[in-house]
Every structure is written in structure tokens, then in C-alpha cells.
């Protein structure tokens, strides 16, 4: 076979003539056994034969044959890539890469075998040297762009995206791509274009038609957006129901995910988390709008993963009671499809049975809270079930199952098993700790497990109808004029209801003010809480404060990525250096107890104050000032900072916030005096036993009135009754 007949049988092939190049390749082969060409289409001829064994022996014998011709192993290692046999085919890909070090389309090959194998950053410096060696390489371009968003390389992915499109502006998929990538990055302008030109090119293109309409939703265009929506449905609803990408995975994996209103809500609340405040006021409006008027219209969104924003943002009563409304039916109706709810329960023992049911079994602030209940409940009076919904060790679950009479670890039962399971353990009253968090079941609550289900910490606003009987609360947390944000009964304590351990254990070392970032002098004031509690009315005061105070300082506890350049761009807009911003890592919680004393006075948020945080600080000796609002969520801090003494710290208004954050800074003395008096830890916020026995009694109220056969209603408790 000369070298014209061998580009002759390879034309053969390409006609589609497999069987008799297969054939005519075979003779050669056994005439002429030396005929590298010839084991070469004989490889080829059975690969489009579908004999893959024979193709790849074909393929070895050429390569043999003739060792610095790469085409056999790029061949072989194609075949291996397609049959799922990667590490075989990168072995032939590097072996020809000896060879042929620059060759662009076998690097490509290398990195997407690399890629497979999850070896990424290998993957991606053979992309590099595929784009050094010809910068027009089209698919070396594209799956850079893919992989780099994979690992949340964002940036690095729309500019190879923009490079994309302008190498090949008719490429549909380049275009999605740039989509993809504009809108992990919350470019949502360009996105929509992005996806408007791959649909242009493309009509069918169901995934493009999807992030247009997310583009749209998340740019406030709802009608628009539930078109382009109801377009991809009906070339594809499968693809739709089962499509992520790097926006829609902000939200629950259910069957309306990809609602526009969801789509518009949750961008959002991503964009306040990180302190973005462009729009706010525009987007809070609307946030109320579609609350309050979707309910009315029989179209309530049901989305419990709004729960928590609805509870942090200044929303209106009527609003959250929609939300709540609507999550808690649409948790009662998935409960009530597992199992009609239990209505008959153990009769009562001598020790009422006191039964905890938590994701935050963990490091989580909720953990840290309780451990007092753990170490002090009445073990006379009362018999402690928890209930574990996380499915992880930690050295807090640890904690808890020592302390519990009986610890049951229910992360692996569905719904149903873990309420059979609360049920048959004969339970009164089930307390949910955290019924919104990651990992929570309130599915589990609507399904009455127990004839009482109170809600105590975690969630400091109603849950909905008919998830819990009582909410703990106090009278500075919720006073009467709050009583209709509830649902649920009140037990108001004459004490902070809000549980903390002020003997947690705090870092035997403490660091310098230059350890953490600190200057060494001048003040400092702290609000190491989650930064989405900032929004621009106190962060404008605090801001007047270093104005006033030229070398005080903010120390703020770090947030999601974007967010320190956007406080540091805010207090630049108000005259300020951004680097008086200190912002701290999140570190283990002793070591953060132990840094708290480092500043010089905690200033609080205002919508949603520090609860927890509020709680570390004063454990700490660090004085914490706080204006609380209109919710309870805007209040705790101030039933824990007069709970600790420190009644001159709860102001009325902003004015007087910002006046005494200011006189503080310049009167040591009196600051050094609110230090000692947390120091003496004399105030009802450190009367840990007696806290617990006010809530203690707090539970018993509930059952006497059960066991009387009377439904819950609100009580205040006695401090006598205490």
C-alpha cells in the first residue's frame, strides 16, 4: 500500500465505506506487516465498526510501528476518553505530548482528560499552554470558561467568555457561557444580552432560554421573565425542572425554584448580604408588594428559605404574617401527605418529658446558647429527650449527649420516622431549636409529635399557623403592643428569655490589638455580628463617629466575599478612609471571646440586632449599646443588654444612639465603670440557674393548662412564680 493508496482508502473511510476499507486494511496488514499507515486505518475502520478492542490493538501496532506519529495515540486515547477509561486515555495523550509538546488540539484533549479525573488545576495550565500556542483555540477557550466557573473562578470565566464570543460571535454556546458567567457574578445587564444572542442563534436552546428568563427576574422583569420561563417549559420541561445553574442553586431544589418572584427575592437578599445597597429601598418595597398582594391574589409564595430574610429586613408586619402564613400551610400539607397528625399522646409521668429538637447540634451559636439546659435543668422535675437532625459529629453534639437524659440521633429518618419516634418516646413538650436553619424539619412540628411544641430562641418572629403552641419570649423582646406579630401564644419571662452560658470557655490567650489587626491606640468600636445586619441608617451614624473621632476605628466581623469592598466603598462615599474598616476572620469561639476585649464599646444593628453576638460581648466585659425597633428581632439586644445591667446602653432613638457612642468615646472613666459591672456579673443575665428555672416554670405553666384541657394562651410569668 503506497501513499497514494492509503489517502485513497482514507477517503474511503470518510464516504463511509467501514467495512471494506476494514477489510482491505486487514490484507494489507497480514501482506505487509511493516505498513505503520495501514494498522492506522485498520484502527479507524474498526472504530467506526463499534470493535473497540480491535480498533485500540490496530492503533498500538501503528504507534510501534511508527512512535513519533501521534495520530494512533490521540486516536487511542479519544476512543479510551469516550469509553469512560480516562486514566488510560491521559496516558496516551501525555505520551504523545513527548512528542508533539505544542500541539494545541492535544492539549485540549490532555486537559479535559485531566479535568475528568478532577485534577483541575493540571487541566487548567494544559488550557493555558493550548491558548499560548494558538489563542484561536475554540474548544480550549470554551472549556476553560465552563471549568473556571465550576470552580468559582468567576471573573477568569467571563473574560474567557467575552473572548469567546468575539473570536466566534455565532457560536450559541459561547454565548451561554458568557450568560452562565455574568450571572454567577451578578452582571445580570449583560447576562440578559448574552442569552438574548444565544436564543437569536439557537431558538431551541432550552438552557439559554432559562437564564434569560432568571436574567429577567433578577433585573425586577417578572412578566418577562415568566415568558421566557413558559418558552424553555415548552420545548422542554424536564430540562427545566432539572436545570442548575450558578444563580438558581441560591434557591431550594424544589418544583417552583425557577419562579420569577423567588428568583427576584433571593438575588437580592444575596445582594444585602454582602452589603450591596443599590436599590435597597426599591427592592424592599417590592420584596412587600409581592408578599402582601400575592397573598391576596391566590398566589402566595411559599418559599421558607424567605423566612429568615422576611425576619431580618424592615418589613412590615402584615408582610411576614403572609410569608409565615404561606410557608406554614405549605409545610402542613406536605406533613399531612406523609400522615394525618397524631392526636393521642402518653399519659404524663412523674417527670414531665422535655423534648429538644435541633439541626444546631453543632458550631453554631444555638449550641453555645443552650448549654446551660444541658447542665441545670431540674433533673427531678423534668426528663430531657434531643433530638439530632444534623448528621454530623461535633464536639457541641458531644455536649449535648452527655447532658440529655436520652440523646437520639434522627438525621437519617424521614419526616414521618423522626415524629413516630418523638411520639413513641412519649414526649410533652417538643422545643424547636433553629426550625428554619440548614438541616431543620418543620415538617416534623406540623406533624404534632407532642400535645405542646414551643419555639424558643433561634427564630425571634411567628413561625406560621399550626407549627408551635407557644413562642418564650420576655416583655422587652415582645411587649404587649407586639403581641399581634405572633400567632402563636406568648410566655413572657420577667427575665431575659434569651438563654446564654456566661462560664463558656474563652482562649486562655488573649491576643494585642496588633495581633488581630487592630491599631495599637485610639478607639475602637465593634459590631462583630453578621455583616447582613448593616444597612445605611446606622452604618452612615457610625461612620459620622469616626469623622467625629479621628482615630477611632470600626471592627466588623468579615462577611461573604464582595462584602468589604462594598463597606469600604460606602464609607468612602461618606468622607471616610476605607481603611478604618478592620474587618476580622471568623475564628473558634473561645478565641473570639477572648479578642471581644479589644475593642471599646459594641455598637449595635438596628433591624436585626446582635443576638448571640450581643450575648458573647457583654460575657466578654464589653459594653454593647443598642436601640431597639419594631420587631423582636430588632429587640432582643435589648432585653440581654438590660438584662446585663447595662439599662443606660438601651436608647430610645438614633439620636440618642449616636450621642452616647459619641460621649463614650471621650469619657473613659465611664466606660471603665460599665466594664466593672459586667465584670461582677451580678445582673439577671448571669443568674444562669435562675434563668433556667424561670423557663423551667415557664413550661410547666404550659401543661397545667393542657392538662386542665385548655387551649394555649398567653401568660406573663410571675417573678414570684419564678
Not at 292 to 321: K, N, Q, T
Not at 377 to 399: G, M, Q
Not at 615 to 639: E, N
Amino acid at each position: 500500500m503506497n501513499a497514494w493508496s492509503a489517502d485513497a482508502v482514507a477517503r474511503r473511510l470518510a464516504s463511509g465505506e467501514a467495512r471494506d476499507v476494514e477489510a482491505d486494511c486487514s490484507r494489507r496488514c497480514r501482506e505487509d506487516p511493516d505498513d505503520a499507515e495501514a494498522w492506522f486505518l485498520l484502527g479507524a475502520s474498526r472504530h467506526r465498526l463499534g470493535d473497540i478492542e480491535a480498533a485500540l490493538a490496530a492503533f498500538a501496532s501503528a504507534t510501534r510501528l511508527a512512535p513519533a506519529d501521534i495520530r494512533a495515540r490521540t486516536a487511542a486515547g479519544a476512543i479510551l476518553a469516550d469509553a469512560g477509561r480516562v486514566p488510560e486515555a491521559l496516558a496516551q495523550f501525555e505520551a504523545a505530548l513527548v512528542i508533539r509538546p505544542g500541539d494545541p488540539r492535544l492539549l485540549t484533549n490532555t486537559a479535559i482528560a485531566l479535568e475528568s479525573l478532577g485534577r483541575h488545576a493540571e487541566a487548567l495550565t494544559h488550557y493555558d499552554r493550548a491558548l499560548d500556542a494558538f489563542p484561536g483555540a475554540g474548544d480550549a477557550l470554551m472549556n476553560r470558561t465552563v471549568l473556571n466557573l465550576r470552580l468559582g473562578r468567576l471573573e477568569e470565566s467571563c473574560a474567557d467568555a467575552e473572548r469567546l464570543v468575539e473570536l466566534f460571535p455565532d457560536l450559541a454556546d459561547g454565548w451561554f457561557n458568557l450568560a452562565e458567567a455574568s450571572l454567577a457574578l451578578g452582571r445580570y445587564p449583560r447576562a440578559l444580552q448574552a442569552c438574548e444572542r444565544a436564543v437569536a442563534l439557537d431558538a431551541a436552546f432550552v438552557k439559554a432560554w432559562i437564564d434569560r428568563g432568571i436574567a429577567l427576574a433578577a433585573l425586577g422583569r417578572l412578566d418577562e421573565a415568566g415568558t421566557a420561563l413558559a418558552r424553555a417549559r415548552s420545548l422542554d420541561a424536564g430540562a427545566v425542572a432539572a436545570f442548575r445553574n450558578p444563580v438558581a442553586s441560591i434557591l431550594p431544589a424544589d418544583g417552583e425554584a425557577l419562579d420569577p418572584r423567588r428568583i427576584f427575592l433571593h438575588v437580592g437578599w444575596e445582594r444585602l448580604r454582602r452589603c450591596d445597597w443599590r436599590e435597597r429601598d426599591t427592592f424592599l418595597a417590592r420584596m412587600e408588594s409581592l408578599l402582601v398582594e400575592d397573598a391576596g391574589s391566590g398566589r402566595a409564595l411559599r418559599d421558607r428559605a424567605l423566612m429568615f430574610p422576611a425576619m431580618v429586613l424592615p418589613l412590615p408586619v402584615a408582610a411576614r404574617a403572609a410569608l409565615s402564613a404561606s410557608v406554614a400551610a405549605e409545610v402542613t400539607a406536605r406533613a399531612q401527605a406523609m400522615s394525618a397528625p397524631f392526636d393521642r399522646w402518653s399519659a404524663a409521668g412523674e417527670r414531665l418529658r422535655i423534648g429538644y429538637l435541633s439541626p444546631n447540634f453543632r458550631a453554631h451559636p444555638s449550641a453555645w446558647l443552650t448549654r446551660p439546659l444541658w447542665t441545670r435543668h431540674d433533673r427531678a422535675r423534668f426528663e430531657i429527650h434531643a433530638y439530632s437532625l444534623y448528621p454530623h459529629d461535633s464536639a457541641e453534639r458531644r455536649e449535648v449527649e452527655a447532658g440529655a437524659d436520652r440523646f437520639h440521633d434522627v438525621a437519617a429518618l424521614d419526616d414521618r420516622a423522626v415524629a413516630a419516634q418523638i411520639h413513641a418516646d412519649g414526649v410533652q413538650i417538643l422545643v424547636e431549636l433553629g426550625v428554619y436553619c440548614e438541616y431543620a424539619r418543620p415538617e416534623v412540628l406540623a406533624l404534632r409529635p407532642a400535645p405542646l411544641r414551643v419555639s424558643f430562641l433561634d427564630f425571634p418572629a411567628s413561625l406560621g399557623p399550626g407549627l408551635v403552641d407557644y413562642r418564650i419570649t420576655d416583655a422587652i423582646a415582645t411587649p404587649a403592643a407586639h403581641r399581634h406579630h405572633f400567632v402563636e401564644a406568648l410566655a413572657r419571662l420577667p427575665i431575659p428569655h434569651f438563654l446564654c452560658d456566661p462560664s463558656a470557655a474563652i482562649d486562655a490567650r488573649r491576643p494585642s490589638r496588633l495581633e488581630v489587626g487592630l491599631p495599637a491606640a485610639g478607639f475602637i468600636y465593634c459590631a462583630l455580628n453578621n455583616a447582613y445586619k448593616i444597612e445605611p441608617r446606622v452604618f452612615s451614624i457610625w461612620m459620622r463617629l469616626l469623622r467625629a473621632i479621628p482615630d477611632a476605628v470600626l471592627w466588623l466581623l468579615d462577611g461573604p466575599p464582595g462584602t468589604r469592598a462594598n463597606l469600604r466603598a460606602e464609607a468612602a462615599r461618606r468622607d471616610v478612609d476605607p481603611e478604618r474598616l478592620v474587618f476580622a476572620p471568623r475564628v473558634p469561639h473561645a478565641r473570639h471571646l477572648a479578642r471581644l476585649p479589644l475593642a471599646d464599646l459594641f455598637v449595635d444593628t438596628l433591624d436585626c440586632n446582635a443576638h448571640a453576638s450581643a450575648a458573647d460581648a457583654l460575657i466578654a466585659g464589653l459594653p454593647v449599646l443598642t436601640c431597639p425597633g419594631d420587631s423582636m428581632a430588632a429587640r432582643v439586644a435589648a432585653s440581654i443588654v438590660q438584662g446585663a445591667g447595662l439599662g443606660e446602653l438601651v436608647v430610645d432613638g438614633l439620636a440618642d444612639y449616636e450621642r452616647i457612642a459619641l460621649e463614650l468615646a471621650g469619657d473613659r472613666d465611664r466606660l471603665a465603670a460599665l466594664r466593672a459591672h459586667l465584670g461582677h456579673r451580678e445582673a439577671p443575665l448571669f443568674a444562669t440557674t435562675a434563668r433556667v428555672r424561670a423557663y423551667e416554670r415557664a413550661l410547666e405553666r404550659m401543661w397545667e393548662r393542657h392538662a386542665a384541657g385548655l387551649a394555649p394562651a398567653s401568660f406573663d410569668l410571675d417573678p414570684d412564680d419564678s
